[in-house]
């Protein structure tokens, strides 16, 4: 905490925007399915469900298109 404090005080830094405001987030029940990655491969792709390892593409995407 040390350091995130004195860059805070360095640098006019806030964890938080200055207007926040509420949201309301929806998340659906989760389907259990018997798929499951090895813990090896849970481990590597950071999660155990096949199901919710989806690529993440960063600035290569462009409109939701692959480049």
Avoid: H, W
């Avoid at 029940?29 to 096949?50: D, H």
């Amino acid at each position: 905490m040390e350091i995130f404090d004195s860059v805070m005080t360095e640098y006019g830094l806030s964890p938080l925007p200055k207007n926040t405001v509420e949201t309301m987030a929806y998340v659906p029940f989760q389907q259990f399915n018997s798929k499951l990655y090895s813990p090896a491969q849970a481990l590597e792709a950071g999660t155990a469900y096949p199901i919710l390892d989806k690529p993440f593409y960063g600035s290569k995407c462009s409109g939701g298109r692959n480049d």
